[in-house]
C-alpha cells in the first residue's frame, strides 16, 4: 500500500513540476534583428528577462532581448496563399478526377485533365481566398529594438498573468 501511494505521489509531484517549468504560450512570432533582418521564426517557448526562447519544429533556440529589433505576431501573408492555394489545388484536382467521363458526348476529358484543370482553378481560388484572409488577420507588431523597458512591455501583453 505504501509503494501505491509513493508512486501516485510522484507522479502527480511530477506534473507540478513540469507547469511551473515552462510557460509554452503556443504564440507564433517572426523576430527581426536591429537592422530589420529576420533572425528567428517559431512558437514562443519561453520569455526570461534576458531573452526570448522559441521553437520550430521540436528545436528550440534562444535570442538575447539585446539582439530583437522587432517582432511580430502571426505568419506573414505568403502563408495564408500557399495554404489557400494548396488547399484548393488538391481538393478540386480530387473533385475534378472524379467527375471525369471520357465517353461522355459533350464534355470528355480523362482523370487525368480532369485532375490537372482542377488544381490549376483551385490553385487559383484558394490563391484568392488566401488573399482575402490576409485582410481579417490581425497580426501585431512590436518595436523591441534592444531595449529593456519596451521587453518587459511586450512581455506583459503576451503573458499578462506572469
Do not use: C, H
Not at 33 to 47: A, M, N, T
Not at 78 to 83: A, E, F, K, R, Y
Not at 108 to 125: D, I, K, N
Not at 148 to 157: R, S
Amino acid at each position: 500500500m505504501k509503494s501505491v501511494v509513493l508512486a501516485i505521489t510522484l507522479i502527480l509531484s511530477t506534473g507540478i513540476y513540469a507547469q511551473n517549468e515552462f510557460e509554452n504560450t503556443n504564440v507564433f512570432v517572426r523576430v527581426y534583428d536591429l537592422e530589420g533582418k529576420k533572425v528567428g521564426r517559431g512558437k514562443i517557448y519561453s520569455i526570461t528577462e534576458t531573452s526570448l526562447q522559441l521553437y520550430r519544429k521540436e528545436v528550440f533556440f534562444e535570442i538575447p532581448v539585446s539582439n530583437i529589433g522587432s517582432i511580430r505576431t502571426k505568419r506573414s501573408a505568403g502563408n495564408n496563399i500557399l495554404v489557400g492555394a494548396a488547399t484548393g489545388a488538391t481538393s478540386m484536382a480530387v473533385l475534378g478526377a472524379a467527375t471525369a467521363d471520357p465517353n461522355a458526348t459533350f464534355f470528355a476529358y480523362s482523370v487525368g485533365e480532369g485532375a490537372g484543370a482542377g488544381a490549376l482553378l483551385g490553385a487559383t481560388l484558394g490563391a484568392g481566398i488566401g488573399g482575402i484572409t490576409v485582410l481579417f488577420k490581425n497580426s501585431k507588431s512590436y518595436e523591441i529594438s534592444g531595449d529593456k523597458v519596451k521587453w518587459k512591455a511586450f512581455k506583459e501583453m503576451i503573458l499578462p498573468d506572469k
